[in-house]
Nanobody, 113 residues
Framework: VQLQASGGGQVQAGGSLRLSCAAS????????MTWYRQAPGKQRELVAR???????IYTDSVKGRFTISRDNAKNTVYLQMNSLKPEDTATYYC????????WGLGTLVTVSS
């Protein structure tokens, strides 16, 4: 299993970014995919999750601003982040549980005020 996250960068508050996570090594379409983030000095937290049938959940702080989606034909999960805030600054990781838990390397998002 491999997860490759991309799309991070530096953006001003109020801006947008779209993260991608390209997956391989498993049957992508049948597994739930999750985005987590970890800010400096803080614990890793769940940001958004999408099931194989497209059901989604979000942490309260991103509801209405972030959208998780998936393209099973491309084995990719996305996180569209709008109205970014400085508190969204973190390294973002994609995650899947295929027997055991797998993590991508992460992509850094920096939001300046």
């Amino acid at each position: 299993v491999q997860l490759q996250a991309s799309g991070g960068g530096q953006v001003q508050a109020g801006g947008s970014l779209r993260l991608s996570c390209a997956a391989s090594g498993f049957i992508f379409s049948v597994y739930t995919m999750t985005w987590y983030r970890q800010a400096p000095g803080k614990q890793r937290e769940l940001v958004a999750r999408i099931t194989s049938v497209g059901s989604t959940i979000y942490t309260d702080s991103v509801k209405g601003r972030f959208t998780i989606s998936r393209d099973n034909a491309k084995n990719t999960v996305y996180l569209q982040m709008n109205s970014l805030k400085p508190e969204d600054t973190a390294t973002y990781y994609c995650n899947v549980i295929v027997g055991i838990e797998y993590w991508g390397l992460g992509t850094l998002v920096t939001v300046s005020s």
